[in-house]
């Protein structure tokens, strides 16, 4: 486990016995929130004197059915702390679990802190009442001003008036002699209560989030309840009590941590990080152990040549090219090529199954696919696997780690895993299509062996092979290219108009459906289940005649250039029925996530301008700084934090959203890195960039806040509704990531935005796009910001 304290790490009982004195233990619940890891990182950060560290233990609010079930493990806590999240207090344990039950007799003694749905739920348990707001608050900062005729420690060190992140729908009103007001702020609604305590108990809470990347003095709060928390354990004598039950029970105490801590599954995929072995190939061009070659050429620094390459290659290709340089993106390409020898992973959610076969092998037919994954059929060409997505990480991270090797790690990608990856295989989505009516991939990894990786910053481009048999073909065209004195040899004359006898039935989601999602999106948003909700839609493209997916990407690449475009076709099974092959052609501006062997990173983008003969960066910046776009970016930035915190220590927002500029819009982006990945957790557990990489999916950009709930009610509730026509509701590619895991453990994913994909050789073609809905949100100006992200692709099809 990632968070709590695994006393499992310690193997010596009597160290155990020495330490456990000087832990101070948290017990914390989650209500399935996606800022709890920020806020158990703010505990965990913070000091206690009289003890060397502070553990966090989480469970979810529904681990126990009641707190008669929790009370034997409240003597080795001292403290609780109710976490944020969806859900109302006064519609009871349907929809807060065990908080229902949690501001009892029986825990009158325990120290209690309430954070949002938290303090909601104290207030309303001493019969104050939890209304909806009538002007609503997510991730808007406010004043908090502290009452003025007491003072109290649980504000002590703050000044009079200080600024907080406000999440929040509801909020507690008409509070009796037993709810102590500690600070208010005023707005639309009037003078709303933002923290309060409960009369005779050491029971605190606060209405804003102390937590968010914008609060103020969030820390010194924190601290202040844990100093409160220790003096009233003193004074009450629980921490005596814990001290002597642990000292006499030490076997029990370590089932009863054990269990709970392990009731949040956090274990790493395995041990994948090269924790610097084999660092003497750095410099080596050539390993002949290894069989890595690698050559390196000088081409020209204009992106184009990418796509000059690969234009003039026939080989099976998959291409992630930047057809724009920026700083920290767009700054490489790839070129990576499929063989013989390359194995390729597929994941089935629908029937919880993975193959397992080599590119194109010639024993392997549509038909043998088929009957070994419906009639279980052993064939010697494919394996089958059954397991769930979850497991499917398992199956990549085992192949990966014996290839992992840090060789040329200053080279983003030297060969290793490609592909997709769909909206479905991230936490809390499942595709519900019926198989039998229609079987779709929700992922495609393909292992490379040879690939080019141009560096458009200097002009230095390499071909690189895993096993020193670069296809001698495409390194003649290498030379050629590198050779030639030709200045206009990046010149590409393609097309930028699809070919005009061609005809295309195009089915976008209805006006009328679109406003009602919108409609239901604010009646979840005002009731409290939601902060933030990716609300997306649909577009089919039928065209009168196939036309080749490399030509609609040639047109496509050209009319909105993108620092990370994709061009993937799994033409893997040789077979005359094409019509399953998976083919995506991205211009995304969206990194997902980067990593290394020792950080990782994620730039998320939300907030949408359209460029213009009258729009300039500086009126753009303007638009995207105000309150509705800076919250929606501000709620993303937080959810992101959190990702990254559920599995690391060391978080940092690296920028502060920034306006960016693209081919067709303004953007507004914040970057988010974490470092110290081979750093062992709490727990003992080493994680990787995978393990990141896995716990973050589905992006948060595409989802909402908080991530759970949020996505569970878009697919089952609002997004099958708007787009039947497509996929029955389920995203599919759209909304997933395409990118790498090279075997230096590098790894770079984009979002699959600003794209299209067809599951049957483009015969037909779907485009999806969406904007993040906000109780500041309007319907039309939804709709416009929708319309104009589907522009960008639907453009080629005009």
Same mark, same amino acid.
């Given at each position: 486990m990632a968070i709590g304290w695994q006393i499992l790490c310690y193997s010596d009982y009597n160290l155990f016995q020495m330490t456990v004195s000087r832990v101070f233990h948290v017990l914390f619940v989650d209500s399935y929130d996606s800022f709890t890891y920020n806020v158990v990182r703010l505990i965990e950060q913070q000091k206690?004197?009289?003890?060397?560290?502070?553990?966090?233990?989480?469970?979810?609010n529904d681990k126990f059915g009641d707190v008669s079930e929790l009370l034997k493990y409240v003597v080795l806590f001292d403290c609780?702390?109710?976490? &944020?999240? &969806?859900?109302?207090?006064?519609? +009871?344990?349907?929809d807060v679990g065990i908080i229902d039950s949690l501001f009892c007799d029986e825990l009158r003694e325990v120290p209690i802190f309430g954070i949002c749905l938290g303090f909601q739920s104290m207030c309303y348990s001493h019969s104050a009442l939890v209304n909806e707001l009538q002007t609503i608050k997510h991730g808007q900062v406010y004043d908090i001003h502290l009452k003025q005729d007491f003072s109290d420690d649980l504000f002590m060190g703050h000044p009079a008036t200080f600024k907080s992140t406000r999440y929040h729908s509801l909020?507690?009103?008409?509070?009796n002699d037993k709810v102590i007001p500690l600070a208010s702020t005023t707005d639309e609604n009037g003078e709303i209560l933002m923290s309060a305590k409960i009369e005779g108990r050491p029971w605190y809470g606060v209405q804003y989030h102390p937590e968010s990347c914008c609060s103020e003095f969030g820390d010194l709060l924190i601290r202040n309840f844990i100093k409160i928390a220790n003096?009233?354990?003193i004074n009450k004598k629980r921490q005596q009590t814990k001290t002597k039950f642990m000292k006499e029970n030490e076997e029990l105490y370590l089932s009863y941590i054990t269990a709970l801590d392990k009731s949040i599954d956090r274990s790493p995929i395995s041990n994948i990080n090269c924790n610097g072995n084999n660092t003497e190939h750095q410099e080596s061009d050539c390993d002949e152990s290894s069989g890595l070659k690698l050559q390196e050429f000088s081409v020209p620094k204009d992106p184009k040549i990418t796509l000059k390459l690969s234009d003039l290659i026939e080989d099976a290709k998959f291409i992630m090219a930047s057809s724009t340089i920026n700083a920290n993106r767009g700054e490489w390409s790839i070129?990576? #090529? &499929?063989?013989?020898?390359?194995?390729?992973?597929?994941?089935?959610?629908? =029937?919880? *199954?993975?193959t397992v076969h080599k590119w194109r092998d010639p024993s392997l037919t549509t038909n043998v696919l088929n009957k070994a994954l419906h009639n279980d059929i052993k064939n010697s060409s494919i394996e089958v696997i059954k397991e769930d997505k979850s497991h499917f990480w398992n199956t990549i991270g085992d192949f990966m780690k014996p290839k992992i090797d840090n060789i040329h790690s200053d080279i983003p990608f030297i060969g290793g895993l490609v592909g997709i990856l769909g909206y479905e295989m991230g936490y809390f989505v499942y595709n519900k299509i019926n198989p039998q009516e229609r079987l779709i991939p929700d992922a495609k990894l393909v292992f490379i062996e040879n690939s080019i990786v141009i560096d458009h910053r200097t002009g230095s481009l390499y071909a690189i092979s895993l096993n020193n048999k670069f296809p001698k073909n495409i390194l003649a065209i290498i030379e050629d290219i590198s050779n030639s004195k030709d200045d206009s040899i990046c010149d590409i004359r393609w097309n930028k108009e699809l070919p005009k006898d061609v005809k295309f039935d195009i089915t976008i989601p209805k006006k009328s459906d679109y406003a009602d999602a919108f409609a239901k999106c604010q009646q979840y948003m005002h009731k409290g289940d939601s902060y933030e909700m990716c609300l997306t839609t649909q577009t089919k493209i039928v065209p009168s005649k196939r036309i080749d997916p490399w030509r609609i990407f040639q047109t496509l690449v050209q009319r909105n250039p993108a620092p990370f475009s994709s061009y993937f076709k799994f033409d893997d099974i040789i077979d005359d029925n094409q019509d399953n092959v998976l083919c995506l052609l991205s211009t995304s501006p969206e990194r997902f996530i980067k990593w290394d062997n020792e950080t990782c990173e994620l730039r998320p983008i939300k907030g949408t301008v359209k460029k213009g003969s009258d729009m300039t960066l500086d009126k753009a910046t303007e638009i995207l700084?105000?309150?509705?776009? #800076?919250?929606?970016?501000?709620?993303? =930035?937080?959810?992101?934090?959190?990702d990254l915190y559920e599995l690391l220590h060391d978080v940092r927002v690296e920028e502060f959203m920034s306006v960016e500029e693209y081919e067709t819009v303004y953007q507004l982006v914040s970057v988010v890195k974490g470092y110290g990945i081979t750093k062992p957790s709490p727990s003992g557990a080493i994680y990787s960039g995978l393990d990141v990489f896995k716990h973050s999916?589905?992006? +948060?950009?595409?989802? +909402?806040? &908080?991530? *759970?709930?949020?996505?569970?009610?878009?697919q089952n509730e609002i997004e099958q509704d708007l787009n039947p026509h497509v996929n029955g509701g389920v995203r599919g590619v759209y909304s997933g990531v395409t990118g790498y895991w090279s075997v230096n453990n590098n790894g770079d994913w984009s979002v699959n935005i600003r794209c299209m994909y067809s599951y049957n050789n483009g015969n037909s073609w779907q485009i999806?796009?969406? +904007?993040?809905?906000?109780? =500041?949100?309007?319907?039309e100006g939804e709709l416009d910001e929708m319309y104009i992200k589907l522009h960008s692709a639907l453009q080629v099809f005009d």
């Open positions: 206690v004197d009289g003890y060397d560290e502070i553990k966090v233990v989480i469970i979810h609780i702390v109710v976490g &944020p999240g &969806p859900g109302n207090p006064i519609n +009871g344990a349907k909020h507690v009103s008409k509070i003096k009233s354990n070129i990576a #090529f &499929p063989n013989e020898n390359s194995t390729v992973f597929t994941h089935y959610d629908q =029937l919880h *199954k993975t700084k105000t309150p509705k776009e #800076f919250g929606e970016n501000m709620m993303i =930035l937080d959810l992101i934090r959190n999916l589905p992006a +948060g950009s595409m989802t +909402g806040a &908080p991530k *759970k709930i949020t996505v569970e009610m878009l999806g796009a969406g +904007g993040a809905i906000t109780v =500041l949100s309007s319907l």
